[in-house]
């Protein structure tokens, strides 16, 4: 119908301000199909891989081989497998081969071929890569030639570490996969070469019950245990996991608030077109015209605008996820599975903003379609009604300005709303990339690692005692304990027993004093998440390894970022989780010590604090994305508000030019109108920033066991405020230029207001 | 003289070149009520535009209280405006978010020296009415309220465009009555444009506006008050 013909000249007759609204609507969509899209395909391939070539829940080593492994398997439930492990030195780095599993772990050939003759070696791709190999070429390992057939990745090896309790990956370190009988035919091998086990229970539930009891059946065996470490500590294998949970997360969420802002401005301009035209389209019920049809010409605009958004931010997010996928990964080995959509997802972000939008413009519009013809061609629809609100204002206190401007805001409640909302979301994610980056900042310069006094921290295989051989001077043991409380599996900590003139360590007080290492000591965060306070006693905690339940009466609280752990004495700790006096597992040192590396699981290294950055998440390109895109709602929400208010007052701007205003004032009383609600909408902003975040680090903390704490750096709050404003600022200026034009014969024709 | 019209000339082109003012002489002396009599298209509105400083001329002058309005630039046009004219619609233009008084704070807010809102209020009898929102008046009362913000300023000028257009006959008769009290309480005086050839009895002067020239002026000797018009 001739109608139709009119759609298109509705939108391009506010060309700015409908393209405003599609970007609103293409970010909505955009971010949803990227974070599904990048959570999704991370979860194929971490998962998928981690499922599908049957990844350990657990790792150990014992003092002497397993004998019956299948009765063990078939007592507990559990897939146990037994691998050769070798390590090689190389001019220029170290191999690790490992001799092919069957049962779990695996190995995938991400290139090449799999391992078909005797002398055949896949290697890993990173190893392959920085030492120069290619497939078809040669490697020598201690005297024998072995052809490289191939590259591969193993589920227990996804970050190749070369000690299970390494932090960082060691230079030159990679792994190798060579058959079984290739390892044996190392002369060197008996004295050399390690036995590990891989564990994987059938049953995917109550995995820390299970491996408790896999523990004790061995104890009860006469094994010896060392290096027991499951799946969810490892950090060869959890570390990808971080990024699915806290995309995964979000997905939804922020992509609804941006559909649900867009509904608010759609639903505010479809209302006015609609007022606008009711004598129009009382004159066209009056020729016979449907309410459904008028109802349909006028969805047309909300529905084709929530669709070119919706499939243009679908478009644009489909290539990006790739790139985000790879940087993710970048430090992992996993075999690539291409990447892939979910079609509902596709469906859900087109489809999603025209339902929402669609359905709030048409529940916006329906009161007036809904009127008689006679009804409409009165014209009431398009004066001006004076809402609740400003009926209830009294301002005769304030100047002429103040109470011009304020009756302006609260002329429309949903403009005002959608400002105040709109502003709020943009300082919400701007405060939010500043604070996640100072939050980062403060872990790693006050985390962890500034807990050091020692910066060297030696981890042993096994559990030894001081009565067998002293530790040298400058040098501190440690004994620690993986635990949780008992129904919060969730939260894990270390306890760690320490000597009570230890100095390794920094264990001071929320006010900064030093507290007593001969009491228990809790982390601020962990007290918190537990929420304990000194002197309360800690009931029911549970040893990962062998179940048992102990209570702790904490005497002290350490002020920490993001650090989870109790302290107590060494002696008290060997006492209560029933080790001999003078057992300990790591030694703290202030310098380099030469232990046997064989009886070591890992030794980290705090001197270097910036090494640890280059695995932490790129901060600043996170906040300055973020940022990006909280001016970039910003400049949309200001603007497309600012535009309206011109529009909704040409008439009164046009009468008061009439009436001799100055172009400057006028400006200032239209446009300085939006500052309070800015102001009030960036203030809302923190509130909302503080209940986003510790939502979602909350969840990263149920997940994954990370806590990062919420620190608000007030010098990023005013530069967050000043930004947010300078926005404002330049989109009156923009916005000022419409103003200007605007003529005196507008409100002369309009006649009423 | 306070108020000189010489050989004014106006044209707009809308694909053809149409002459709206073709030459209009008019003179009216300080505290005269004037009334521009004529059709529709006769070109009454932009004549009270181009005086009004809202319009510019393509030829001739206007003068106002000695100054000639017609050399003046942008900027000194809205001083004009702003000291010197005041302003009443046939529908009123009143900002509908605001109340009465706020209306009338819209002129006096920019005044040099504006009388009180609250005498003005009471000089049209709407005292009681301050704090009411516009659409919760009569058309009478909005344009007593739209006489009120023209008054504020005391302007040297009171332009009306039918200000009784879109009245009852009693409403219109107030209306014309509350212009002629201002007239002489104040002493504005007060240029009025309408099709309502009865109007002219309360006028000193008369202007007969046809196709863009003053077909006819004249001067009455005996004023009728308001209340005594009938049409």
């Not at chain 1, 006096?581 to 270097?608: P, W």
Request: aromatic content about 8%; glycine content about 8%; charged content about 20%.
């Amino acid at each position: 119908m001739a109608l139709r013909k009119r759609v298109l000249r509705i939108i391009k007759e506010n060309k700015g301000r409908y393209i405003g609204i599609v970007i609103l609507i293409l970010l909505g969509s955009f971010y949803f199909i990227a974070a599904t899209g990048v959570a999704n395909n991370l979860e194929k391939m971490v998962v998928g891989f981690a499922e599908e070539y049957r990844q350990e829940d657990l790792t150990f080593s014992t003092d002497k081989p397993i004998k019956d492994i299948s009765a063990l398997e078939s007592e507990t439930g559990t897939l146990i497998e037994a691998y050769r492990q070798y390590d090689v030195k190389l001019s220029n780095g170290e191999l690790r081969l490992l001799s092919p599993s069957s049962k779990i772990n695996i190995p995938a050939v991400l290139s090449g071929r799999g391992l078909e003759n005797p002398g055949d070696i896949l290697l890993d791709p990173y190893f392959s890569q920085t030492q120069g190999l290619d497939i078809g070429g040669q490697i020598e390992l201690n005297g024998k030639t072995f052809n490289i057939v191939g590259t591969m990745a193993v589920p227990n090896y996804v970050y190749i570490l070369k000690n299970l309790y390494d932090v960082l990956p060691t230079s030159g370190f990679g792994i190798g996969i060579v058959s079984g009988a290739d390892i044996e035919a190392f002369p060197e091998l008996s004295s050399e070469a390690v036995t590990v086990y891989g564990a994987r229970f059938h049953a995917r539930e109550n995995i820390n019950a299970q491996t408790t009891k896999l523990h004790g059946l061995l104890i009860e065996k006469g094994y010896s245990l060392s290096e027991w470490l499951d799946a969810k500590n490892n950090k060869r294998i959890n570390m990808p996991y971080g990024n699915i949970s806290s995309m995964k997360s979000m997905s939804f969420p922020v992509a609804a608030a941006f559909f649900l802002l867009s509904c608010l401005i759609v639903g505010v301009m479809i209302m006015r077109t609609v007022k606008s035209d009711g004598v129009v389209i009382g004159t066209l019920y009056a020729q016979g015209y449907r309410r459904r049809e008028l109802t349909r010409h006028y969805m047309a605009v909300p529905v084709l605008l929530s669709a070119a958004g919706g499939l243009a931010g679908t478009l644009l997010a489909l290539p990006c996820v790739r790139p985000v996928v790879d940087s993710m990964l970048v430090h992992y080995v996993l075999p690539d599975k291409g990447i892939t959509f979910s079609p509902l997802n596709l469906t859900l972000a087109v489809l999603m903003p025209v339902a929402f939008i669609g359905l709030s413009s048409f529940l916006m519009m329906r009161r007036i379609l809904k009127k008689t013809a006679v009804e409409l061609m009165k014209g009431d629809e398009q004066k001006a009604k004076v809402n609740f609100i400003e009926r209830a204002l009294r301002l005769d206190r304030f100047k002429f300005n103040t109470k011009f401007r304020i009756r302006e805001q609260v002329r429309s409640i949903p403009r005002l709303l959608f400002l105040v909302l709109g502003v709020s979301a943009a300082s919400m994610i701007l405060l939010f990339g500043f604070t996640f980056n100072y939050s980062m900042n403060v872990v790693m310069d006050k985390g962890a690692l500034e807990r050091y006094v020692y910066p060297l921290e030696y981890n042993f295989k096994e559990v030894r005692n001081l009565q067998d051989g002293g530790i040298p001077k400058g040098a501190e043991p440690y004994n620690t304990l993986r635990c949780y409380p008992e129904g919060r599996e969730s939260v894990e900590f270390y306890l760690v027993g320490m000597e009570s003139d230890s100095v390794g360590f920094k264990v001071n007080d929320i006010r900064g004093n030093a507290l007593s290492r001969d009491q228990v000591n809790i982390s601020s965060p962990l007290a918190s998440r537990l929420r304990i306070k000194e002197g309360d006693t800690i009931l029911s905690l549970v040893s990962k390894l062998d179940g048992k339940s102990y209570s702790l009466k904490i005497d002290g609280i350490v002020k920490a970022y993001g650090e989870q752990f109790v302290y107590m004495p060494l002696d008290e700790f060997n006492h209560l989780t029933g080790q001999p006096l003078g057992s300990y597992r790591t030694v703290l040192s202030s310098h380099e010590i030469d232990f046997d590396e064989n009886l070591l699981a890992g030794v980290m290294d705090a001197r270097d604090p910036e090494a640890y950055e280059n695995v932490s998440m790129p901060t600043t390109l996170i906040v300055a994305s973020v940022s990006a895109l909280a001016v970039l709602i910003a400049v949309i929400i200001i603007f497309l508000v600012t535009s309206l208010m011109i529009d909704e007052s040409r008439n009164t701007i046009s009468l008061l030019k009439i009436l001799g205003y100055r172009g400057k004032e006028l400006a200032k009383l239209i446009l300085n109108s939006s500052a309070p609600a800015v102001f009030i909408g960036f203030w809302l902003g923190l509130p909302f920033m503080l209940a986003f975040g510790n939502s979602l680090y909350g969840y990263v903390a149920e997940i994954i066991n990370m806590l990062i704490p919420m620190m608000v750096n007030p010098l990023y709050v005013l530069i967050s405020f000043v930004l947010i404003f300078a926005v404002y600022e330049v989109t009156k200026r923009l916005c000022g230029r419409k103003l200007a034009k605007i003529s005196m014969s507008d409100a002369l024709k309009a006649g009423a207001e | 003289m306070f108020l000189s019209v010489s050989n004014l000339t106006k044209s707009y082109c809308t694909g053809t070149i149409t002459h709206v003012l073709k030459g209009v002489d008019l003179k009216m002396e300080r505290g005269q009520i004037g009334v521009i009599l004529g059709p529709s298209g006769s070109g009454k509105s932009t004549l009270m535009n181009i005086i009004g400083g809202v319009d510019r001329a393509d030829g001739g002058t206007v003068e106002v209280g000695g100054e000639r309005i017609t050399d003046l630039n942008d900027n000194q046009l809205v001083e004009y405006r702003r000291e010197s004219v005041g302003f009443v619609f046939q529908f009123y233009s009143l900002v509908s978010n605001l109340t009465v008084a706020e209306n009338i704070e819209v002129v006096s807010n920019i005044s040099k020296n504006p009388l009180k809102t609250d005498e003005v209020l009471s000089a049209v009898g709407l005292s009681d009415k301050k704090n009411r929102f516009p659409r919760e008046l009569s058309g009478g009362e909005q344009q007593h309220v739209s006489i009120a913000r023209a008054i504020v300023k005391n302007p040297k000028l009171l332009l009306c465009d039918e200000p009784t257009g879109a009245l009852d006959f009693q409403t219109s008769r107030s209306i014309l009555k509350l212009l002629q009290e201002v007239n002489k309480k104040y002493g504005t005086t007060i240029l009025m444009i309408t099709h309502n050839s009865a109007i002219a009895g309360m006028a000193h002067a008369v202007f007969r506006l046809r196709s863009g020239e003053v077909a006819e002026s004249a001067h009455n000797s005996e004023i009728i008050p308001a209340e005594r018009i009938e049409w």
